[in-house]
């Protein structure tokens, strides 16, 4: 738990940051309009169409061959029916929160190319479990997959917006030989798991978005009757399966220990880990050719 | 499951999903494969089948031998990576264990 001190220094370092990407308003226009009862799937797929670039990418995503559908779906209406509301605005969030924080930043000690690398691939992962363990655990595996896009979005905050203490970080990260996230809290006193939420907030983002973000690496602290703990447990393990397979970078070398109950909530065989770990190989191939910038 | 192609099963996985050829089921549910029912499979035109991910093994590849040196460095390596994992968990043994046979493989095929 951070005290009330740190709390307010991450509080105050979010919000003096003015060049803080922002949402595009087509999340909460779809937000607003999927909550209303009166939703129809030609008024949302009105809302998407509007922003012709979010839709290419769309279109893009849902026809490349980690979706699998039988056809070329060639209308975001035809996309709405086939993935329904909710699950059509968790893929514009993730094609957006790529667009905004994609740009490699050539140079850096933090290689941004490979941190996405490691977030598709964890968002990828998720998805996957969420498909496996079915739909008493997971209604939705598109919010799965952008969870866990963006389970670690406070690093990259960090990275560009507090970058001195962040390499700071990093260093100390090699140097010591610890996971990034007990180097985080040594030196800043909070973790990217803080300034993760704290930016998850800002944008409004739904609560089960801001417990993966909080809590994906310390799983322990959410309680297993939480109606959010099957989601945090989902990125948690994909993180876990991610770094074993050397997917991207995370900021340090180190796989970060596995939490039992996290993966016992999933109901999976000890024989399923190799088979996750070939299907996300697979599928992380095969939807980074068209989520990453080069992609575009 | 896992759908496994024909040439991939091997005899002791198990039937997931009943095995139907045009309506008829050939093979059943939870029913262990033989060398008999690949066999058969192969008669009837059965180019896949969903087997329980309990039950899957690996084709036994002929070994390949690893120089020691490189073995060392392949083990010193996942030592160093998974130092935070609770080697007393049998999922994270288990996760140690797939990662470490992972490099060896992509060892061998990077030197074929």
Redo the contacts between chains.
Sequence with gaps: MISADITKRIEETINNIDDLPTLPTIYSQLNENINDPKASARRISAIIEEDQALTAKIFKVINSAFYSFPQKISSISHAVVLLGFNEIKHIALAVSVIDLFGDSVSGRRFNHMAFWSHSLAVAVCSRIIAKKAGPMLFKDPEEVFAAGLMHDIGKIVEDQFMHNDFVKVLVAAGKD?S?IKDAENKILQFDHQDTGKFLARKWKLPESFLQVISLHNSPEKCSKENKNFPLVSAVHVAD??V???KIGYGGD??????H?DS?DVLGF???????L?QETEKAFDEVSIVLTRDGK | M?IINLDDLLPGMCVAEAVKVQGRVIVGANVALTEKTIHLFKAWGVTEVNVK????VEKEEPAKSIPPNVLADIERNIK???????TK????V??IR??CK?RIDAWSKETE
């Excluded at chain 1, 065989?269 to 088979?275: D, L, N, P, R």
């Design positions: 030989g996971l876990v399966i770094r074993s397979l070398e180190y796989v970060p220990p596995l039992r993966w065989s000890k024989g399923y880990i190799e088979v770990m | 896992a991910d309990d039950s899957i160093t990576e998974f130092k935070f994992f609770d968990d049998e999922i994270s288990e996760i797939i990662a992972r």
